[in-house]
């Protein structure tokens, strides 16, 4: 599990490593930001989901589509990230925010990145310390780097879709279409696989062993290129995460079924 850190771990390397809050509620945005100036981890910075780590929303795209890269580095080089630096990230939702900041940070080409095992909720119980003071603004000198290829739009999704495995990440509900809380269509890409998110951790935020996540897939197609969706592409990354330690590459559909829809008769 090379993308994970334990509370433990942590504890050993505040002071040593750039920490990213990324807690956030997708029905009170504002929840995430008031937990984090409530109590955080010593040094932590935080990242909104929708205003660092998401970029404009538009017609299409999707309702969380990918930062403008410059915008999203200059947030990082103001926490003081240097192209070496290790990076951990944490959420209190089973990772489904930070694994949207671990995705997006190796995206721009950063590797050092470490997701909290257990979430903030976890850092409490292993007797962590709370701090209320957001970090000083720093200079750091991070430049991304993007990996073009790690990404899909619709079009190239219509274009190969014979060549493709899609991954959906909802639960099997919106993936049947038989509900749909938030987006105006209900329904999946035609084709698609459901792979709830939510399997590849336990129910108090920790990530399952890595027998566990290959077992997820082992009845997973592998003669076919992967890529992953959800319902915006946040909570795919765990997915992905899941994925990468189970050995299987991925891609990720940023904009998923919320960009998916927008071409359909609502």
Partial sequence: MNHLITSENLKLQLG????????????????????????????????????????????????????????????????????????????????AYAARAWWLLRFCGHQNIFILDGGYTGWVNAGGAIDRREPAIKQGNFKATVQQDWTLDRDAICAQAEQLTLIDSRDSKRYRGEEEPIDPVAGHIPGALNFFWQDATDEKGFFKSKSEQQQRWIDLPRDKKIAVYCGSGVTACVNLLSLEASGI?????????SDWCSYLPK
């Fill in 249 to 257: 590459d991925a891609v990720l559909y940023p904009g998923s079924w």
């Fill in 16 to 95: 040593k490593v750039v920490i990213f809050d990324c807690r956030f509620h997708l029905m009170n945005k504002t929840v995430g930001s008031e937990q984090y100036r409530a109590g955080h981890i010593p040094g932590a910075y935080y990242l909104d989901l929708e205003q660092d780590l998401s970029g404009e929303v538009s017609q299409h795209g999707g309702r969380h589509p990918l930062p403008d890269i410059e915008t999203f580095s200059k947030k990082l080089r103001a926490a003081g990230v240097n192209q070496q630096s290790t990076i951990v990230v944490y959420d209190d939702s089973r990772m």
